[in-house]
């Protein structure tokens, strides 16, 4: 069974930073994509960032050159490094694990999702 456990979520001010953290298990972490979703009160959940199992990257237009995805395969985890944060970022963030084909991402797997606010 997998299993996903986000961890680093918080309260921030704007223009701070925060790291969020995903530990996987129960599935060979090394072959497959990741991604952050996150989703607001009243709004669906969207997609924030991707990294493939060979380190491709994909940002969603509103964090880009904020926000940076990466992975450690020894250890079974994604990251995600939000700079710069807005209001507008607060949100529970969700870590998924799944499939990137062509340009489609397919979530197998959630984590039960660890909330972000930012405010003064």
């Known amino acids: 069974q997998v299993q996903l456990v986000e961890s680093g979520g918080g309260l921030v001010q704007p223009g701070g930073s925060l790291r969020l953290s995903c530990a996987v298990s129960?599935?060979?972490?090394?072959?497959?994509?990741m991604a952050w979703y996150r989703q607001a009160p009243g709004k669906e959940r969207g997609l924030v960032a991707l990294i493939s199992s060979d380190g491709r990257v994909n940002y969603a237009d509103a964090v880009k050159g904020r926000f940076t995805i990466s992975r450690d395969n020894d250890k079974n985890t994604v990251y995600l490094q939000m700079n710069s944060l807005k209001p507008e970022d607060t949100a529970v963030y969700y870590c998924?694990?799944?499939?990137?084909?062509?340009?489609?991402?397919?979530?197998?797997?959630w984590g039960q999702g660890t909330q972000v606010t930012v405010s003064s």
């Open positions: 998924s694990q799944g499939r990137w084909q062509r340009s489609l991402y397919f979530a197998d797997s």
């Open positions: 129960g599935t060979d972490f090394s072959i497959v994509a």
